[in-house]
């Protein structure tokens, strides 16, 4: 017995896709107002078409007042690596310690970026320790 479906959707009748500036309105507007409460009461009581589940991770990885945006900085770079080594792909425990970065943000950062970075300095980054040539020819 699994966990019920986020939405029923049975019908076809809930938006997917990309959100308008509309859309972002009325979820700001009515978080501002009352709060999120139920993810899954949200999109009802908001008047939006969405399924809570996409308003929860549209608020959280996008819309929060408090989310940090542009480039990392080269603290943050060091700090993700030096997290990741102790924590591995712990995401949100590593975004607990970059006030205004979203583990999805960070996620794709190391996967993007940091990843590459420590494979050019000639280190494993599921280990984090020097890579052998036997290593550098699998890759």
Known sequence: MGRAPCCDDSGGSLKKGPWTPEEDQKLVDYIKR???GSW???PRLAGLNRCGKSCRLRW???LRP???RGNFSEEEEELIINLHQVLGNKWSAIAAHLPGR???EIKNFWNTHLKKKLLQMGIDPATHRPRT???HLEQ
């Open 34 to 36: 009352h709060g999120h």
């Open 40 to 42: 899954r009461a949200l």
């Open 66 to 68: 408090d989310i940090k």
């Open 133 to 135: 040539d036997h290593d």
């Open 102 to 104: 979203t583990d999805n």
């Open 60 to 62: 959280t990885n996008y």
